[in-house]
């Protein structure tokens, strides 16, 4: 079971995982890709990664999903 908590925007990571999205090929350094009302949600976050998802990506048409790696866990593999 996956334990998932959400992320003040006060929390020290939020403007890397939201810049971090950005660069992104599919958004091409937008990190909102708004389209027809749409745009990337921020989800929620596991021990090891942030969940965003859009549900109707301007480059694709259809739903995305993307995982960002979260810092405490990218120094777990050191």
Same mark, same amino acid.
């Given at each position: 079971m996956l334990t998932m908590e959400y992320l003040d925007v006060s929390h020290p990571e939020?403007?890397?995982m939201w810049d971090e999205l950005s660069l992104y090929k599919i958004n091409g350094g937008? =990190?909102? /890709?708004?389209n027809g009302g749409q745009c990337w949600e921020y989800m929620g976050s596991t021990l090891d990664?942030?969940?965003?998802? =859009?549900? /109707?990506?301007?480059?694709t048409g259809?739903?995305?999903?993307i995982y960002i790696e979260r810092a405490r866990a990218a120094v777990g593999w050191a």
């Open positions: 939020w403007a890397r937008d =990190h909102l /890709c708004i990664h942030h969940h965003l998802r =859009h549900a /109707c990506h301007p480059a259809r739903a995305e999903y």
